[in-house]
């Protein structure tokens, strides 16, 4: 005749059990943390990638002398370390330019700088108008909206940029407005665009960065 288990029996029995079941359940955690944290960082992952593959495409355009960093005391130039929490930049009016309404270079013996008049050969800033208002579906826009920075003015960054007049002598020549750099060089790029990224460790300062910038362009 087969005797029943004994207390002490099940009572081990139950403890194995037990013991079995929580590893079972720590391991079962332990998966499926792993599994959220590789959805996590696949999904960030692949947010990353869409906002540098953005970034890239705005920066691609940008004109190189005027992208700069800022914080709340000011902006400067990239190498400058200012613990900077936003990037700004103007973009190239790189529709016109695709266009050919523009040739972007600078006659300089036909220029005349003391009355602010740059002949640039294969230039129509009245056809740029035409296309920059189809571009931005923006019947009032006019030069007022664009400005001209000179491409060799490194070592002068913003103040290398100069706003247009709203007026064209002719085909060739295309008058500038507001305070002439110290030097002018035979590359120069129209912008017409302003941008800016942040951190946003500041709100505040992020806000008032891109006013600032949206008012150059009196957008």
């Known amino acids: 005749m087969r005797r029943g288990y004994t207390l002490i029996e099940i009572i081990i029995t139950i403890a194995i059990t037990g013991i079995l079941s929580v590893g079972m359940f720590k391991a079962f955690e332990a998966i ?12 960030l992952s692949i947010d990353s990638q869409s906002a540098l593959d953005q970034l890239s495409l705005l920066l691609y355009d940008r ?16 190498d400058a370390d200012i613990n900077a929490t936003i990037l700004q930049w103007y973009g190239t009016a790189s529709e016109s330019y695709q266009a050919g309404d523009y040739s972007g270079f600078v006659d300089m013996a036909a220029s005349d700088k003391s009355t602010k008049t740059l002949s640039t050969p294969n230039t129509s800033i009245d056809t740029v108008i035409e296309t920059e208002r189809q571009k931005w579906n923006n019947p009032s826009f006019d030069a007022t909206y664009l400005a001209l920075t000179f491409a060799g003015a490194f070592e002068d960054g913003d103040s290398a940029e100069v706003n247009l007049s709203s007026s064209q002598n002719n085909n060739n020549d295309i008058v500038l407005s507001g305070t002439m750099p110290s030097r002018i060089y035979e590359k120069y790029y129209l912008v017409d665009s302003a941008y800016a990224v942040t951190r946003g460790e500041n709100v505040d300062q992020t806000k008032n960065s891109i006013i600032n910038l949206r008012k150059d362009f009196n957008v």
Do not use: D, F, M, V
Request: proline residues 4%; aromatic residues 0%.
């Open 32 to 43: 499926t943390l792993r599994s959220e944290k590789a959805k996590i960082l696949t999904t």
């Open 63 to 78: 004109a190189p002398i005027l992208l700069q960093e800022c914080n709340s005391t000011g902006c400067s130039s990239l």
